[in-house]
């Protein structure tokens, strides 16, 4: 009797072994062999990646670019910015300096999966010695909009609280839309990111999420030749000269968030650096269409951000 | 064995085989092994894991050790420290066969585009190949050297050429690979290019048994490479006229010379990327150490080159913090201050001796 009952518990428990991982294909084409519902993730990068797992509340126990105590190293805290009251408590913590990753700290958090961006392929096979690694596209015009958390939510059974999410954008997006003057079906816009030079902002990203769910549509090459090269990449170098004929509906200008100044004053600043007399040539900036936004709220391919860029869109809408 | 007087006055210790090793060389080979050893304790001490030199000698008599301190100690530590004094090791002795060569203290093979050629050829594997196996990446990186060191041969005329054609025609043909180099890099994908830039800077980061694996042969390699080529590049450091009247067969061994710094070269950039300056930096500061040249000369250099690598390795990961240093930016960090403290030392030598 007590052999069947030890049979019995073999035959229940060994289906629940087998589920307890799963094969999956990365977006690098790799075959990942992962837990079915990892619970201790470390990122290789926190606001493509650590973010939106944390806003579908599984937030990583160890994210690229954070400290031991989980204080950043860079100049935005992308987890308390873009998710406010949301961010994880506590901040994952760090492993290991920017641009040089700390192999046993990773080891010792004890993660069960790595997921990296397809910028981190070569150092896959390395990570693998720690946890399982799973690719994940987030840039380089290979995502649009907030698409890279939706397949994390696919990937890790978050679906529902990725649909509670994006519900509640979906009312608001409606509500941002009633307020605005024009109807923005009709207008196009365009998003210039500013670094050491002036770039256009490809398809990534809540923002363009925003902007194009209320209606917005990109600046079309075939109205303006003189900007080329949309949606390849994330960022598409412009010069000055070319940036002073630019004439969407609505301009989007927001300053590097490697800088800890994004706010509009130093946006201005920026732009009087690198386009000295914009305000007076500049026609959107002549005319009230131009937007100035915190790139670091806005940037990450999360619900969170495409709601932070309907309150900037809302806000511009009301002055 | 007994210690006898060489012929310039130098103690020296004669073997029955009638090989003569000079007594300032030996000691200069056992304080660079102690400087290896120093470096070696620090680099297997420093890490995340609560585990170092004394878990180590621990293991390698026999001690069990959790699977934390296993990780940290024989898959990121030893590997990392392995692999950078094998990676030093082949660039400095590539640098100073090549100073030997060219009769020319900058010749190293950054100067001379033998490392360039190797990354043009990594570069272009990994943009119209990228699905290429890895394995095939040695090969592109040993063709492209090969590539640079037959051009700088036909373009100077063969083994007839000077070694000051070598080094200035060297200088040309890696300034334009620099430039393919950099263009390739602006219009790769950007993944790839942050790939690329990384692997630039020089990183240890990727240090791991399978990539020890393939580097161990042309680390083995350069031990034969030292015993053939050291007399000829004793009889190249009295100038090539002088060598040929001493019956050094210019024209065969310079190509062989070549050949080999390219295969030591290519396969440490391979591994850890290129290491700038090291080849010109580590047989200056051996030779500050301890004067002296051919087989000692090489075996002086490479040791230089490994303890300067993991030196710089062990400093930086113990005393950064939180501050990326690559392995390229903090071996000019420690061997440049080194290398101008011993120029200035031997100027003001030279000085006073006039």
Known sequence: MTRLFILLICVLTAPTSFAAERSVTDDAGRTVTMPASPERIIVLHEPLIGVPLAELGLPPVGSYGRNDDGGTQMAADFYRLVLGDRAPDPLPRGIGALGNMDLEKMRSLEPDLIIGTEHDL??????????????????????????????????LGLEAAFEDRKAAYLARLEAVRAALPKDPREQDYLVIFLSDQINAVGEMAGMVQALEDLGYSRLSPDRDSTVSGFGATLLVPLSAEVFGRLDPDLLVVMNSFGKNARDEAAIRQSLDRIVPGWQHFLKPAREGRILFVDSALVTTPTVASAMHMLDAIESWAKK | MKRSIATDGRKVLRL??????????????????????????????????????????????????????????????????????MAGWCVALTGAMLQSMSQNPLADPGLLGLSQGSMVTIL????????????LVPVAAILGGLGVAALLLWLTGGGQSDGLAIVLM???????????????????????????????????????????????????????????????????????????????????TKPVILFTSVLLTSAAVTAVGPLAFLGVMAPHLANALCPSSGRARLVLSGLTGGVLVIGADALTRRFAGDLAIPIGLALTLLGVPLFVISMRLRAVLTQQRT
């Open chain 2, 170 to 252: 060297g200088i040309a043909v890696e300034t334009v690979l620099s430039s393919v180099t950099s263009i390739m890099i602006l219009y790769l994908p950007p993944e790839t290019s942050f790939a690329v830039s990384d692997w630039l800077a020089g990183s240890l980061f990727q240090a791991s048994w399978d990539v020890i694996g393939a580097l161990a042969p042309w680390f083995a390699l350069s031990l034969p490479a030292i015993l053939l080529l050291g007399r000829a590049l004793r009889c190249y450091d009295l100038g090539e006229e002088t060598a040929m009247s001493l019956g050094e067969p210019v024209r065969r």
């Open chain 2, 124 to 135: 272009l594997l990994m943009v119209f190949a990228p699905a290429a196996p890895i394995g």
């Open chain 1, 122 to 155: 070569e150092k896959a096979e390395l990570l693998s010695a720690i946890a399982p690694v799973y690719l994940q596209n987030s840039s380089t015009g290979r995502v649009r909009g907030f698409n890279a958390e939706e397949s994390l939510a696919g990937l």
């Open chain 2, 16 to 85: 029955q085989s009638g090989l003569e090793i000079r007594l300032d060389t030996l000691w200069a080979t056992g304080l660079l092994c102690a400087a290896a050893l120093g470096f070696s304790a620090l680099a297997i001490s420093v890490g995340a894991t609560r585990t170092g030199l004394q878990d180590f000698i621990a293991l390698l008599t026999g001690a069990k050790l959790d699977e934390g301190q296993l990780f940290a100690l024989l898959d990121v530590r030893l590997p990392r420290l392995v692999l950078g004094f």
